[in-house]
């Protein structure tokens, strides 16, 4: 039977922590939620780091290496640092950064500028704990996020020499073939983990259509090179993510992508969300995959071979 794979996403750098106070900030509230969303049943966690004094998004690799380490020790997940790491706004080689240097088994890589906003965020009437954070979210407003040819080449080489995979991050279609592209160069090896991203303003809608129609362009761009996986932002996660179950395809949750587990309420923990969709998927019929099943599944080069 099919094994579905559950990536968590554990904090990310879009929400803020005036949000959620169940929103992780430090690097103990990062390892432990993402120990806990493990042991719930996701396979991989997916990871960006925070200044532990005020929850400003950062790519220090020191400050990544104080969780993925104790993630790596404590649990057989798949750690996936984000090439996006310290937000849209850093240049490549300091979002980069965790990655270049811990070498994990997989680092997301999003293929593709676009004009991502999250000003509308800042609207919200809300009790904001940190003058940063309402600047932070408006300022994207005029943001391109820039992710070029020759960024996309830098991190493949860069990180990529080191055998670390990819979660191939796409919120169009254009960066489905922008993917196609690398493969024909031979800079990218299947199998692929394509990770299709819905719902976030500047992006790929979140209607059914635009999924359906992200999943017969990759079928015919990549074949049974690739497994795809689904990623709904905000209140179209588990509606998204229950579509790509049925549809062939793995999941990804977390509170990066939303801080919810209902309509108006908030998700207590990434395991809270990992819980749901597990159940949900099982339900359906699926299995969930372990953190080895994964790791053959996408070829990975094994935890032992990580600088960290």
Known sequence: MRKII??????????????????????QEIGDQAIEAVKAGAAIVHLHARNPEDGRPTGDPEIFRQFVSRIKAETDAIVNISTGGGGPGM????????????????????????NLNLSEMASKDREWRYSWE????NATKDLVFRNTFSDIEWILRTIGDTGTRF??????????YTLKYFLDKGLV??????QTVFGLRGAMGAHIEDVMHQKRTADRLFGDQYH???????????SLATLAAIMGGNVRVGLEDSLYIGRGELAVSNA????KIRSIVEQLGFEIATPQEAREML??????????
């Open 167 to 176: 979660e191939f991050e796409c919120y169009d279609v254009s960066h489905l």
């Open 91 to 114: 240049a490549i080689g300091e979002r980069a950064a965790a990655g270049v240097a811990l070498q994990p088994e997989m680092c997301s890589l999003n293929m593709g500028s676009i």
């Open 6 to 27: 559950i990536t968590a996403a554990i904090t990310g750098g879009a929400h803020t922590p005036s949000m959620s106070p169940h929103l992780p900030v430090t690097p």
């Open 228 to 238: 795809w996986s689904v990623l709904g932002a905000g209140k179209d996660q588990m």
């Open 134 to 137: 309402v600047e932070h979210l």
């Open 189 to 194: 090896k299947p199998p692929l983990f394509i």
């Open 299 to 308: 070829a990975l080069k094994g935890k032992a071979n990580t600088n960290f």
């Open 272 to 275: 809270a969300q990992v819980r």
